[in-house]
Nanobody
Framework: QVQLVESGGGLFQPGGSLRLSCAAS????????MGWYRQAPGKERELVAR???????DYADSVKGRFTISRDNAKKSVYLQMNSLKPEDTAVYYC??????????????WGQGTQVTVSS
């Protein structure tokens, strides 16, 4: 069983910063792409940023220049540094990882989500 556990959400002011963390645990052989998605009320879940095992990154246009994704392969963790926060960043943020377990092919796992609210 693989689990992804997120942390770091909360209430933040516009212009502020926060760092989300996500750690994978369980019987893991390797992790390919890790990423962050978000879902605002009444909207579909969307990609925020993703990073390959080799460190290549991809960002949504709405967060380019403000958010930075990184990972620590040894800790099986992915991070999202969020700067210059805007009210429209308010959403539930989900961690995602393509994980290979013993005897299985790569499979996408999701965290439980962490609420980020940006408001004055």
């Amino acid at each position: 069983q693989v689990q992804l556990v997120e942390s770091g959400g909360g209430l933040f002011q516009p212009g502020g910063s926060l760092r989300l963390s996500c750690a994978a645990s369980g019987v893991i052989v390797s992790i390919n792409v890790m990423g962050w998605y978000r879902q605002a009320p009444g909207k579909e879940r969307e990609l925020v940023a993703r990073i390959t095992a080799g460190g290549s990154t991809d960002y949504a246009d709405s967060v380019k220049g403000r958010f930075t994704i990184s990972r620590d392969n040894a800790k099986k963790s992915v991070y999202l540094q969020m700067n210059s926060l805007k009210p429209e960043d308010t959403a539930v943020y989900y961690c995602n990882a393509d994980v290979r377990s013993w005897g299985r092919n790569f499979y996408p796992y999701w965290g439980q989500g962490t609420q980020v609210t940006v408001s004055s």
